[in-house]
């Protein structure tokens, strides 16, 4: 398998843009993980689905952010309107039940 | 929710010497995983571990469930070791898939 793919890699827009981040999870996996790196907090679950459904979503800071799993293998975490404190690298994970999670190269964003 | 320490924060090493790495939790938990993230920013998963011990070459782990805490153990370092280390368990306050990472120890191995 080649993995959590995550695209882009990079991103950079303007303050006001949407911004839209995509995930395919590992074919056969039943969770799927949105989180977010920075400096200041660390590592933080945005949020998470299971079998496409999302069930916990505590950690979506604001309105702004929206997240969605159509299908088994594809998500997406948008972020309208964007603001610079959206700054951060923000990471797809994928797992089989709540086990192993699995990460992929993750999504720089900058926004200016 | 549960709170989670990590220590050392930063770690210098030689190269070849060995390291623990500890990480504590305010909570019983049954779900505990190891990190790396590479100097690149790749996190990859070390160790699925709740409880006991389990071995990956120079590396193991040994996590005891009733004293919450979970030791990373790393012999032989090389410099391809350096990066963060994290652990992560579920915050029951939320929900089982729930992660909460520590804020790491940052590893350094010189050649």
């Known amino acids: 398998d080649a993995g959590v793919i995550q695209s882009p890699r990079h991103e950079v827009t303007e303050m006001g843009q949407e911004v839209t981040l995509r995930c395919k999870p590992i074919?056969?996996?039943?969770?799927l993980f949105w989180y977010r790196q920075t400096m200041m907090r660390g590592l933080e679950l945005l949020i998470y689905?299971?079998?496409?459904?999302?069930?916990?979503d505590s950690g979506m800071p604001e309105d702004r952010f929206s997240a969605k799993m159509p299908n088994a293998s594809f998500s997406t975490l948008k972020i309208q309107p964007s603001e610079p404190r959206d700054s951060a690298v923000y990471f797809c994970a994928s797992s089989w039940s709540t086990d192993t999670q699995y990460f992929g190269p993750g999504t720089r964003l900058t926004v200016l | 929710g549960i709170q989670v320490e990590q220590s050392p924060p930063d770690l210098i090493l030689q190269e070849g010497a060995n390291s623990t790495l500890r990480c504590n939790f305010s909570?019983?938990?049954?779900?505990l995983q190891w990190f790396h993230q590479n100097p690149w920013g790749q996190l990859i998963n070390l160790f699925y571990i709740p409880s006991g011990t389990k071995q990956n070459g120079r590396l193991s782990a040994t996590t005891v469930a009733t004293e919450r805490y979970s030791l990373l153990y790393i012999s032989s370092s090389q410099t391809t070791d350096s990066g963060v280390y994290f652990c992560a368990v579920p915050n029951y306050g939320g929900s089982q898939g729930n992660l909460i990472f520590g804020k790491g120890t940052k590893l350094s191995v010189k050649p």
């Open positions: 689905f299971n079998n496409n459904v999302p069930i916990d």
């Open positions: 074919s056969g996996h039943d969770y």
């Open positions: 909570d019983s938990v049954n779900n």
